[in-house]
Structures are given as C-alpha cells and as structure tokens.
C-alpha cells in the first residue's frame, strides 16, 4: 500500500510531471523515469502500480498517433504475444516480497538500459531473422517488465534496429509499451497484488503526466533533444547504480 502523506502525494505528482516531460521530449522514458524515482522512495511494486494509468494513458496515445498501426501490429504480434506471456512469468519476483532483491533488479535495468544506449553502436536486424528473433526478444523485454517494472529492455534497441522509419518507430515503441503496460496489470492481478486505492492514486498520476508531456514538447523546442536524451541517461545510470549498490552498504 502507498503512503498517502502530503509529501508522498507531491513527489508522486512530481515524478510523473518529471516522467512526462522526459517523454514529451524523447518520445519515450515514461515508465523509466517514473519507476526508477518511485522504486527509490516506495517498494518496486507499489510503483509499478502506480504506473499503470499514465503510462497506459500516455501509450495509447502515443500508438494511435501514427498512421501505421494495423501493418506494424501484423509485423511485431508474434513479439507482442511473447511479451504477455514473458510479463506473467516475470510478475512473480515484482510481487515475491522481497524488497530488496526487486529494488536490486529494478536498478541493474536501469543501468543497463542507460549504459547500452549511451555506449553501443546502432545495431541493424535482418528482416530474415525476425520471424524467431521477435519471439525471443519480446519474451525477455517481458521477463524484465514484469521483474522490474521497466519496459525498454531489449525492446528499444531491439526495435530501433528493425530500420523502421521514424513515425513508424514512434508507433511501434507506443504499441509495445501499451502491451507491456496491460500485460504487468494482468500479471499483477494474477497474483493478488493490484491494489485498488494504488490505482485510484494511479488514475491521478495522469495529470501531471500529461502535463510534464506538453512542457516537455515545449522544452524539445527549445533545447537539443540529443542533449537531453544525454544528460537523462547519465542521471538513469547513476539513480539504477545507486539502486543496485543499496543492498551492500
């Protein structure tokens, strides 16, 4: 259950105005930022289930604003259904109990996630292989969402190196994503760890994400996305590293 304090309340408003603004700049970075803040102040789970509504409100979004979704649905379902399934295996170290290996694992795909995108060269997939890489793909990128709450790993650079035009990749991160997002609601449920006061606060969290996703297109405006995308990566990798560190000191 989430504290309901005063301080609480704000730093949950905050860090979905924070997570939006990411987004509205990137394109992506909802579910990251808001878990890995979160998961520094709440329990992992707590913060997955405070996810679920903006990040699913946000998603949709994002998927139905490109004009490709039928095509790129036909093209990515076998890596959608692998990520349902991969999402409900992993619900169970989300919802073990165990605070501390969770808030460990939570970290290491932080840092991850922000050492690969800032240290690896842009990777291209054959369309020859996609028919058994999509599978394996989403069933690990689900493994790690329902384990962490996280949902960009390996599906980001996974789907940036299918050579998708932009608009098009845009659409595909929203539609994996929004699967990613109703799929750890599910795995949580299953397990008896959806809370209904979580997702009234949930709900809520909409607000500011909505938000922090206009200023963020005003920020992109303004100042290099690549900048951006920059300093938010090493404030990803030093936030999962402290995260991972926790349990040893």
Request: net charge positive.
């Amino acid at each position: 259950m989430v504290d309901h304090s005063l301080f609480f309340v704000v730093a949950i408003a905050a860090t979905f105005f924070a997570a939006g603004l990411v987004k509205g700049v990137t394109g992506m970075g909802l579910p990251t930022v808001a878990m890995g803040v979160l998961g520094a102040l709440i329990s992992p789970l707590a913060a997955a289930g405070l996810l679920i509504a903006p990040s699913f409100v946000t998603n949709v979004w994002q998927l139905f604003a490109g004009p490709t979704f039928a095509p790129l649905l036909r093209r990515l379902w076998p890596m959608m259904l692998a990520v349902i399934v991969g999402t409900l295996i992993g619900s169970s170290l989300l919802t073990s109990g165990d605070t501390v290996l969770a808030t460990a694992t939570l970290g290491a795909a932080l840092v991850v996630y922000a050492a690969y995108t800032l240290l690896a060269r842009q990777l291209r997939v054959p369309m020859r292989l996609e028919a058994w890489l999509s599978p394996v793909v989403g069933a690990a990128t689900g493994v790690v969402t329902g384990g962490t709450g996280v949902f960009v790993i390996p599906a980001v650079p996974y789907l940036q190196a299918l050579g998708l035009e932009k608009d098009d990749l845009v659409q595909a991160l929203g539609l994996s994503f929004t699967i990613s997002t109703v799929a750890l609601a599910a795995g949580l449920a299953w397990r008896g760890a959806f809370q209904l006061d979580n997702l009234a606060m949930s709900g809520l969290a909409i607000v500011p994400a909505l938000a922090g996703m206009w200023a963020g297109q005003l920020v992109r405006r303004r100042v290099s996305p690549a900048t951006f995308r920059l300093w938010f990566l090493i404030c990803l990798l030093l936030l999962g590293a402290e995260m991972l560190a926790r349990p040893f000191v």
